[in-house]
């Protein structure tokens, strides 16, 4: 099992914001380690939506936003869309890990 | 930006070996490293492992030490990863994607996948 929680889902109707977390320790985000997020459409290969804790490659809506404090990250969505609906997965570097990359448990976004 | 193109799907027997490509194109192939995930079905993403396509030099999770191979092949701009030992729970798509430099970039380029069903 995955050193990176998320919760198993989270909801809500079109133009609201949603927030999904990523709770981990001191040896991957709490040692200060750079958290990514990805967006998996169904059928699709996962896709880059934040980079280095809060920053969005070329193309991703500003709609989608990441934050980091302590041992926790966080991927807000604003003004959610239906197109929004699919699993969202955080991912972190760990030290205690054969100094590993570990993805988040993931999170399924339903719109309403 | 760059793309990734996997080879096709696999069926194999428990106790065998499969090895997937991955073909990098429309960037610097040893700029970057690859990094292999896998997703069984109706699962999550599981990070498998690392190449350096630079320097050759690989990482693996602790619980496919022994068991997975990472290579490259610059001349081609290709990477491999090789998985012995196939049990019924190594049924999964597998991914290759772009990965780096460093760890602050995160993985932007993802393969199409390819999905390795293991059966006897």
């Known amino acids: 099992q995955s050193v990176l929680t998320q919760p198993p889902s989270v909801s809500g109707a079109p133009g609201q914001r949603v927030t999904i977390s990523c709770t981990g320790s001191?040896?991957?985000?709490?040692?200060?380690?750079?958290v990514h997020w990805y967006q998996q459409l169904p059928g699709a290969a996962p896709k880059l939506l934040i980079y280095?804790?809060?920053n969005r490659p070329s193309g991703v809506p500003d709609r989608f936003s990441g934050s980091k404090s302590g041992t926790s990250a966080s991927l807000a969505i604003t003004g959610l869309q239906v197109e929004d609906e699919a699993d969202y997965y955080c991912q972190s570097y760990d030290s205690n890990l054969s100094d590993s990359y570990v993805f988040g448990t993931g999170t399924k976004v339903t719109v309403l | 930006q760059g793309q990734l193109v996997q080879s096709g799907a696999e069926v194999k027997k428990p106790g065998a070996s499969v090895k997937v490509s991955c073909k990098a194109s429309g960037y610097s192939f040893t700029s970057y490293g690859i990094s292999w995930v896998r997703q069984a079905p109706g699962q999550g993403l599981e990070w498998m492992g690392w190449?350096?396509?630079?320097?050759?030099?690989?990482n693996s999770a602790q619980k496919f030490q022994g068991r997975v191979t990472l290579t490259t092949d610059t001349s081609t701009s290709t990477a491999y990863m090789q998985l012995r030992s196939l049990r019924s729970d190594d049924t999964a798509v597998y991914y290759c994607?772009?990965?780096?430099?460093?760890?602050?970039?995160?993985?932007?380029?993802w393969g199409q996948g390819t999905t390795v069903t293991v059966s006897s």
């Open positions: 280095g804790d809060s």
């Open positions: 994607a772009r990965d780096g430099p460093g760890t602050y970039y995160g993985i932007d380029v």
């Open positions: 190449i350096s396509a630079y320097s050759g030099d690989t």
């Open positions: 001191s040896s991957n985000i709490g040692a200060g380690y750079d």
